[in-house]
């Protein structure tokens, strides 16, 4: 019974994910649904992303946090539409709570819509939610096991961003373990080696994702 | 519907969780229930844990992961007994998962059962296994802000372990502002900084749970 449930829910969330990526390739949108343990830099991310290409884009962000709008109070500075989705202790962001609030935003002036799901490494990766592709981010101190224990996303995900790389020497990291998982998941996935906080290796992640937005408008 | 099942799962579990509990109350074992972000240091506190404690008490150990034996496997060198739940995709461990594999233990000779969680600060905070207490981790690198953002486990928790407190110095953590957040939803919880891989603050701990085992015999 359960699983026929959970197989509802998710036929449900399927359809509903169907509908917004359909509106949003109507509009030329691209959403880029952004998960990560919490803590991994996805808000820093979206901080860097806006600093860069906010000129050269319009960008708009969907929060998704269990609770606190502290992620997007980061964000206000870049004047951009953000609309906070609470989760109130739901573990992941769900096609149905992405419909509702695309209403608030003018789809005709936006390029590219970053959804911060809830920071966890699991449940999001199991919700479509209308959007383009899924990022992962990872970071380094979060260990270098990750791609093995937690396939799902990394086979999912369209790109991987490792972060935190200049904690490296400070951590038992272990580069070529961590690269040699990631291919035994997903072959083919471009992995960026990041530093959020010192700016390292950005310029191809901002390459990579502006050629994204320009395709798809 | 949604919440009727969700009430359900919830009821059986706690009805499960109940009687494991007084299984193990009847026998004098303590289970502790660990709960972090993916990457956050259960094993490695588990690791030192067993190093220190090992000869002092009977130790054994369910480790719970989504995929792959690799935390078991870093533990076995302390021959102690280990199961291992493979949730196949779910993100969190419940109370007849635990039940089903305590048969596996013999608990006349068990002064303690540490249950490492699947790597998740949201979904496993909500499922009672019929522990004596959560244990919540979580690490100087995931950012200060988590009790904010994710107040159940922090909420839940018996004590909060706040790891690699070696790499505060190469962050932007601040200390007063993670303890300000953690009083906020949990005012009297014990908090023990620590670093599992230099061994720093690791004594408090030891004495702590050495304390918490000996009352539950």
């Known amino acids: ?19 917004v990526r359909n509106l949003l390739t109507s509009k030329g949108v691209l959403m880029v649904n952004i998960i990560s343990s919490p803590g991994a830099g996805k808000t820093t991310l979206l901080e860097r992303t806006c600093e860069e290409l906010g000129g050269k884009f319009r960008i708009g962000v969907i929060e998704g946090d269990i609770t606190t709008d502290r992620d997007a109070q980061r964000l ?3 004047d951009i539409p953000i609309v906070v989705i609470n989760t109130e202790g739901g573990c992941h962001l769900d096609s149905h709570s992405i419909s509702k609030v695309l209403d608030s935003f003018d789809l005709r002036n936006l390029d590219v819509l970053f959804v ?9 990766s199991q919700f479509d939610l209308g959007e383009a592709f899924k990022l992962a981010i990872v970071s380094t101190t979060e260990g ?5 224990k937690y396939p799902m996303l990394f086979r999912e995900a369209r790109a991987v961003l490792l972060n935190k ?7 038992n990291f272990n580069s070529g373990s961590f690269k040699s998982d990631l291919k035994k998941v997903n072959a083919q996935v ?22 994204k937005i320009i395709i798809s408008r």
Not at 5 to 19: F, G, P, T, V, W
Not at 165 to 171: G, S
């Open 144 to 148: 270098d096991d990750k791609p093995g």
């Open 190 to 211: 471009p992995l960026f080696e990041i530093s959020c906080t010192k700016g390292d290796g950005l310029k191809e992640w901002y390459e990579w994702i502006s050629e």
């Open 165 to 171: 790389i200049d904690l490296i020497p400070y951590t």
């Open 116 to 124: 911060e799901n809830v920071g966890n490494l699991i449940c999001p």
């Open 1 to 19: 019974m359960e699983i026929k449930i959970m197989k509802n829910i998710l036929d449900r969330n399927q359809n509903k994910a169907n509908e």
């Open 76 to 78: 206000k500075k870049y």
